[in-house]
């Protein structure tokens, strides 16, 4: 909310009184300076969304506090009196950021007007400046984390279709994440800053479907005592998100394929079409094409609906997305709850790596949300979630995926800081690093067997040998009981 806050600034007491009455009858709430060296202290203990300035006074001109206004990012608007009407002032005037130049004397009615205009420009700002907020907190809270070669190319088509209206479908299985990606479309597009409507139809009864949708008049039927504007409607100059599509009633989808290709719906008991200037999402989870070979689905709606698909993969298909998700979810935590946590553990990833994620992205969501409130740790921990999943240790497959994401994981890591401070040479850096603990550690896990040890290595003895020796290893002995020679 803009204060009706005005700074009247002229070296001249009759104008700062003419002013400042005129003003505050006007309801506004008015100071009055002779200097333009007093404004400056002013403001910085003060701000003020409108001033109006005198060009010519003693000190500092009315043309040198624009400037300092203008390099000190101010917001306030500025209106400019001068009794020398000069293009140059004017000029100089407008260059540093005036929001209106006026020549004395001038009619006080015009001044009210255009101080009127000043503060509708100052609340205009204002809402722009909210909307951004809600739009970056909107783009912020439903941010799609991914980095497999599937999301990868999934922004790739976002990047593709957001700034068209172009209909698109979006297919996965639930939790997957649809409705987030149609988010990040409408946010992409350029219907930024309409409404984005989303409509679950799984959850609207069906004998009100068509209310909800296309809105009803007054009377239309028993029970609708007032006008309702629907869905359609209310998404207006911005985009509906039409989730689980397939479940749709067979006369529904008839008026949805009217909207798309006639650009207007009807409200039930309406007298005439109305333009529906929307752009249409869609999502589900069934097989839509199997649908329509069952008669289950128009073919002509789908091809309507189908113009651009997407296909969102379940989390058991990109795993390797788990460890931003994870961090993603932690940090969201930590703004939404006041949470302390802020990491977690290998083996806590190794936990959700080995999980088989039957809810998808949602249903790891909920539960790193219940690990950081039950945790008394900075860190999520194995034990964090041992309660929380079910199916054990997972397939040797979903352990080796989990093996290769912790190794990437820290080999990342380790590449960053060498790349930071200049060093070469990583390669033999990262062996030397790694050879000597992993064959001391398969040597103690086969007992000091070196036969095992060498297999388990894939080397040949020999060689396993050697590189005891150059490491000063001290194996407990091999299988002849005889150590390294």
Same mark, same amino acid.
């Given at each position: 909310?803009?204060?009706r806050?005005?700074?009247?600034?002229?070296d001249?007491?009759?104008?700062?009184?003419?002013?400042?009455?005129?003003?505050?009858?006007e309801?506004?709430?008015?100071?009055?300076?002779?200097?333009?060296?007093?404004?400056?202290?002013?403001?910085?203990?003060e701000?003020?969304?409108?001033?109006?300035?005198d060009?010519?006074?003693?000190?500092?001109?009315?043309?040198?506090?624009?400037q300092?206004?203008?390099?000190?990012?101010?917001?306030?608007?500025?209106?400019?009196?001068?009794?020398e009407?000069?293009?140059?002032?004017?000029?100089?005037?407008?260059?540093?950021?005036a929001?209106?130049?006026?020549?004395?004397?001038?009619?006080?009615?015009?001044?009210?007007?255009?101080?009127?205009? !000043?503060?509708?420009?100052?609340?205009?700002? &204002? *809402?722009?400046?909210? @909307?951004?907020?809600?739009?970056?907190? =909107? %783009?912020?809270?439903d941010?799609v984390?991914?980095?497999?070669?599937?999301?990868?190319?999934?922004?790739?088509?976002?990047?593709?279709v957001?700034?068209?209206?172009?209909?698109?479908?979006?297919?996965?299985?639930?939790?997957?994440?649809?409705?987030v990606?149609?988010?990040t479309?409408?946010?992409?597009?350029?219907?930024?800053?309409?409404?984005?409507?989303?409509?679950?139809?799984v959850?609207?009864?069906r004998?009100?479907?068509?209310?909800?949708i296309?809105?009803?008049?007054?009377?239309?039927?028993?029970?609708?005592a007032?006008?309702?504007?629907?869905k359609?409607e209310? !998404?207006?100059?911005?985009?509906?998100?039409? &989730? *689980?599509?397939?479940d @749709?009633?067979?006369?529904?989808?008839? =008026? %949805?394929?009217?909207?798309?290709?006639?650009?207007?719906?009807?409200?039930?008991?309406?007298?005439?079409p109305?333009?529906?200037?929307?752009?249409?999402?869609?999502?589900?989870?069934?097989?839509?094409?199997?649908?329509?070979?069952?008669?289950l689905?128009?073919?002509?709606l789908?091809?309507?609906?189908?113009?651009?698909?997407?296909?969102?993969?379940?989390?058991?298909?990109?795993?390797?997305?788990?460890?931003l998700?994870?961090?993603?979810?932690?940090?969201?935590?930590?703004?939404?709850?006041g949470?302390?946590?802020?990491g977690?553990?290998?083996?806590?990833?190794?936990?959700?790596?080995?999980?088989?994620?039957?809810?998808?992205?949602?249903?790891?969501e909920n539960?790193?949300k219940?690990?950081?409130?039950?945790?008394t740790?900075?860190?999520l921990t194995?034990?964090?979630?041992?309660?929380?999943?079910?199916?054990?240790?997972?397939?040797?497959?979903t352990?080796?995926?989990?093996?290769?994401?912790?190794?990437?994981?820290?080999?990342?890591?380790f590449?960053h800081?060498?790349?930071e401070?200049?060093?070469?040479?990583?390669?033999r850096?990262?062996?030397?690093?790694?050879?000597a603990?992993?064959?001391?550690?398969?040597?103690?896990?086969?007992g000091?067997?070196?036969?095992?040890?060498s297999?388990?290595?894939?080397i040949?003895?020999?060689?396993?040998?050697?590189k005891?020796?150059?490491?000063?290893?001290?194996?407990?002995?091999?299988?002849?009981?005889?150590?390294p020679?």
């Amino acid at each position: 909310m803009i204060e009706r806050k005005v700074l009247v600034i002229d070296d001249e007491e009759s104008m700062r009184r003419v002013l400042s009455k005129a003003l505050e009858k006007e309801g506004y709430a008015v100071s009055a300076l002779s200097s333009a060296q007093e404004a400056v202290a002013r403001l910085e203990r003060e701000p003020f969304p409108l001033l109006i300035v005198d060009i010519r006074m003693p000190g500092m001109s009315g043309l040198e506090l624009l400037q300092t206004l203008q390099a000190r990012g101010s917001s306030s608007q500025v209106i400019v009196m001068t009794a020398e009407a000069t293009m140059d002032n004017a000029i100089q005037a407008m260059k540093w950021g005036a929001f209106d130049y006026l020549t004395k004397p001038f009619d006080i009615d015009g001044l009210k007007l255009i101080v009127t205009k !000043a503060f509708r420009v100052l609340e205009l700002n &204002d *809402e722009v400046e909210t @909307l951004k907020e809600e739009i970056r907190g =909107k %783009l912020e809270a439903d941010t799609v984390v991914g980095e497999s070669q599937a999301m990868q190319e999934i922004f790739k088509t976002i990047g593709r279709v957001a700034g068209s209206d172009v209909t698109v479908l979006l297919t996965g299985e639930s939790g997957t994440g649809k409705e987030v990606i149609a988010k990040t479309i409408h946010y992409n597009s350029r219907r930024l800053g309409k409404p984005f409507v989303p409509v679950n139809l799984v959850a609207v009864p069906r004998e009100l479907m068509e209310s909800e949708i296309f809105g009803h008049e007054k009377g239309a039927f028993t029970g609708a005592a007032a006008q309702k504007i629907g869905k359609f409607e209310q !998404a207006n100059g911005g985009t509906i998100f039409l &989730d *689980e599509i397939g479940d @749709l009633d067979m006369g529904l989808q008839t =008026k %949805l394929l009217r909207v798309l290709q006639e650009k207007e719906i009807e409200r039930v008991g309406g007298s005439g079409p109305i333009g529906a200037d929307v752009r249409v999402l869609a999502a589900t989870n069934s097989n839509l094409e199997e649908k329509v070979r069952q008669g289950l689905f128009r073919d002509d709606l789908f091809f309507r609906l189908n113009v651009v698909p997407i296909r969102i993969p379940p989390l058991r298909e990109r795993k390797e997305d788990i460890p931003l998700l994870l961090q993603f979810f932690i940090d969201r935590a930590q703004d939404e709850l006041g949470s302390a946590v802020t990491g977690y553990t290998d083996e806590s990833l190794g936990a959700l790596l080995n999980h088989d994620w039957p809810g998808n992205v949602r249903e790891l969501e909920n539960l790193v949300k219940r690990a950081v409130v039950m945790s008394t740790s900075k860190n999520l921990t194995a034990e964090s979630f041992s309660s929380l999943l079910q199916n054990g240790a997972g397939t040797p497959e979903t352990q080796k995926l989990g093996f290769d994401i912790l190794i990437r994981q820290h080999l990342a890591q380790f590449v960053h800081r060498m790349v930071e401070v200049n060093a070469g040479g990583i390669l033999r850096l990262i062996l030397q690093r790694v050879e000597a603990p992993l064959i001391e550690m398969v040597l103690k896990e086969v007992g000091g067997n070196q036969i095992k040890a060498s297999k388990l290595l894939g080397i040949n003895r020999n060689t396993l040998r050697k590189k005891i020796r150059e490491y000063g290893l001290q194996p407990k002995g091999d299988v002849s009981g005889k150590g390294p020679r």
